[in-house]
């Protein structure tokens, strides 16, 4: 069994359910547990599911015409939960019992596509080629509403309220390229809005971006997510 490890940054998270789904693991289910009940719950997992393997027995399983999954964890500060996302190879790739037991959907179907934060997985062309590439961008309603934010924050003239829509805007993970690229979007409206208001000294935003390289998939271990929460 491989180390659990509890991711508290986003990007972290996403970059590594990214990197899974992007090496065969489509298909996924999720939900939350009660910090007190992370224990069981990480029990039940590997036995039902053998959701922590390490990478001797995946290959293993693989051997042996048996499906792999994997299993991502996350906590935000100051939240009594922890959410969970379990990821797995489809039917066609071999025999695994998640696949009877729970209600798993197809992150790469338009239809049910996996959503976090937010943002969604998605497949973009790949700039000069015939082919795809996934990452994360946020979805219609999710950009809407960061639209919609910037439009009320230029015409109500405020800067602070401005300077919050540019902050909130910003927080967007933006390591991944349709986040930047939608990001992008939302810089020009909120340079056109702030013309278009005649808005003198108004707050600037990124003039540039830089790259976000790729991060370390570490995290806390549940044993220090237990010593740091508080049940009282």
Do not use: C
Not at 18 to 47: C, K, M, W
Not at 78 to 105: R, T, Y
Not at 129 to 144: C, E, G, N, V
Not at 153 to 163: K, L, T, Y
């Amino acid at each position: 069994m491989q180390k659990v490890v509890i991711f508290t940054k986003k990007a972290v998270l996403l970059q590594s359910i990214q990197d899974a789904v992007g090496h065969g693991y489509t298909h996924f289910t999720s939900g939350s547990t009660p910090i007190p009940r992370l224990e069981q719950a990480i029990a039940v997992f590997n036995l039902n599911y053998r959701a922590f393997a390490d990478k001797n027995e995946r290959t293993r399983r693989n051997r042996l015409g048996l499906g792999n999954i994997r299993a991502f964890m996350f906590h935000r500060q100051g939240d009594d939960n922890v959410s969970w996302w379990l990821v797995a190879m489809p039917k066609e790739a071999g025999k695994h019992p998640i696949h009877s037991a729970e209600k798993m959907q197809d992150a790469l179907d338009r239809d049910h596509r996996l959503v976090i934060f937010g943002l969604q997985l998605i497949r973009l062309p790949k700039k000069g080629t015939s082919k795809t590439k996934l990452t994360w961008q946020m979805t219609k309603d999710q950009y809407q509403a960061i639209a919609q934010e910037i439009r009320d924050a230029v015409r109500s003239r405020s800067f602070f309220r401005m300077e919050q829509a540019l902050v909130k805007a910003r927080s967007i993970p933006l390591g991944f390229n349709g986040a930047r690229v939608q990001f992008g979007y939302l810089m020009a409206l909120y340079r056109l809005e702030v013309k278009r208001a005649s808005v003198k000294g108004a707050p600037e935003p990124p003039a540039k971006l830089s790259y976000t390289r790729r991060i370390s998939h570490d995290g806390i271990s549940v044993k220090q997510l237990l010593s740091m929460a508080d049940f009282d």
